[in-house]
């Protein structure tokens, strides 16, 4: 890891004022968290994405795809956030209303870790919510058990809390992204390969404003054309070595410290 780069990036921290982090499954793979295809083993590996992750195969099979998020679910409950989760959470305490943290990730290991102000694009696996529009007989008594659960009166489903294949990202939560992109002064961008959209659209909407992009991942990303700075290294050792050893707060301009976002 070039000590010039992180030198540098950690000036470029002191100086903003705003910071957003993205971040995506290379931040939760150090956790041991494993990937959509990872997990799909045993019973799941004959299964493709379509029949397991869009709207039309819960309509079709909701039982199936209700076991395999359970699945997915239990594979979770032994894994705990890492260093880079730590580091991240620890950094939003110590400077409150500078950072944003958008992930891509709906593991929960952010917040598990005491991240504040996380905007979750693609959801929150640990949660359900309704397939259909509820009505009021939804709302006025819990649902009945079943895999899955289901409104006793008019049978409306629930499910994941997660975007599904073609499914669009909650709106308030990319709404929150991509204003808190257009009016940083500093994005980080770490453990994320920048395929996916519109979350690899928010890095474009932070250069374009004139922040400073920094990519953080092992390998070369298709984003790394936007970037003022690369490093090439994991996500948890590369957020400590820049988040741990930033300057304090109490050290800054005091003009610095109070002219900043509380998002």
């Given amino acids: 890891m070039d000590k010039a780069t992180i030198d540098r990036v950690c000036q470029w921290l002191d100086e903003a004022r705003r910071l957003v982090v993205l971040t995506g499954a290379g931040v939760s793979a150090e956790s041991g968290v494993p990937t959509f295809r990872d997990v799909q083993t045993g019973l799941w590996a004959r299964f493709s994405p379509e029949e397991l992750a869009t709207e039309a195969a819960f309509r079709s099979d909701p039982q199936r795809v209700w076991d395999w998020y359970q699945h997915r679910r239990d594979a979770l409950l032994s894994v705990r956030p890492n260093a880079g989760h730590m580091a991240l959470a620890h950094y939003a305490l110590r400077h409150p209303g500078k950072l944003m943290l958008v992930t891509q990730n709906v593991d929960g290991l952010h917040q598990k870790a005491g991240q504040p102000h996380t905007v979750t694009l693609h959801g929150d696996i640990a949660a359900d919510r309704w397939l259909d529009e509820p009505g009021a007989c939804c709302m006025a008594q819990p649902p009945l058990p079943g895999r899955p659960p289901r409104c006793p009166v008019c049978g409306n489903l629930r499910r994941p809390a997660v975007v599904w294949f073609g499914e669009a990202l ?74 741990e050893t930033a300057t304090p707060p109490d050290m800054l301009d005091r003009k610095e410290r109070t002219d900043r976002w509380i998002p």
């Fill in 170 to 243: 909650p709106a308030d939560a990319l709404a929150s992204a991509e204003r808190a992109a257009a009016d940083c002064h500093l994005m980080l961008v770490v453990g994320t390969s920048g395929v996916v959209y519109p979350a690899a659209g928010l890095v474009h909407t932070a250069s374009l404003a004139g922040a400073r992009v920094v990519i953080v991942n092992p390998e070369a990303t298709v984003l790394d054309d936007l970037a003022d700075a690369c490093i090439r290294g994991t996500s948890a050792g590369t957020l400590v070595q820049l988040l």
